[in-house]
């Protein structure tokens, strides 16, 4: 993801898919962070990394350092 159009056509796509994840871009971030959370819950990142993938960007999972 390189452009605010295509982080806006994801959060769209998110958005109907995971209503219940926050989730935001981190665009001035090198590696471009999707970041997604939710209350009370373990995400699974399979469905999010397919969501992605399936509109041809790359996306690998990072450790949740706090």
Not at 20 to 28: A, K, P, Q, R, V
Not at 32 to 56: A, C, F, H, M, T
Request: glycine share 2%; with cysteine.
């Amino acid at each position: 993801m390189q452009t605010v159009e295509e982080t806006t056509f994801l959060l769209d796509k998110f958005q109907k898919e995971f209503p219940s994840y926050t989730i935001n871009f981190d665009l001035e971030d090198c590696d471009k962070i999707l970041r997604v959370e939710i209350v009370d819950e373990i995400i699974d990142p399979n469905p999010v990394i397919r969501l992605v993938k399936s509109y041809g960007f790359n996306i690998e999972v990072l450790s949740d350092e706090v």
